[in-house]
């Protein structure tokens, strides 16, 4: 088990910026892909980032490629997601997630259906 705990969502102004932080407690941080993902109202949840924090790789969704930037840091066992630029279409719950991947190496996916744990959601509100 992993426990994730998102934080820093909060209300912007379009343009603005706003970073997220997703701690995690449990196995090896090293050993998970981790993901942001969001979900507006009446919208499926939406791929925005990952990362594998062992490898360094990460990956974006369309929507968010050149506003904002996936990291992690390992000695804190924290992720966090920087978020330039925000559109009001940015609105929505984002969600910290983490695939366990026991080996020596890990794949980010891109798809919800492959991670096994979630956070409970911050709130991300971009006003025009």
């Known amino acids: 088990q992993v426990q994730l705990v998102e934080s820093g969502g909060g209300l912007v102004q379009a343009g603005g910026s706003l970073r997220l932080s997703c701690a995690t407690s449990?196995?090896?941080?090293?050993?998970?892909?981790m993901g942001w993902f969001r979900q507006a109202p009446g919208k499926e949840r939406e791929f925005v980032a990952g990362?594998?924090?062992?490898?360094?790789?990460?990956i974006y969704g369309d929507s968010v490629k050149g506003r904002f930037t996936i990291s992690t840091d390992n000695a804190k066992n924290t992720m966090y997601l920087q978020m330039n630029s925000l559109k009001p279409e940015d609105t929505a719950v984002y969600y910290c997630?983490?695939?366990?991947?026991?080996?020596?190496?890990?794949?980010?996916?891109?798809?919800?259906?492959?991670?096994?744990?979630w956070g409970q959601g911050t709130q991300v509100t971009v006003s025009s």
């Open positions: 997630a983490a695939d366990f991947q026991p080996g020596n190496f890990r794949v980010v996916p891109t798809t919800r259906y492959a991670y096994d744990y």
């Open positions: 449990g196995r090896t941080f090293m050993l998970y892909a």
């Open positions: 990362i594998s924090p062992s490898g360094g790789s990460t």
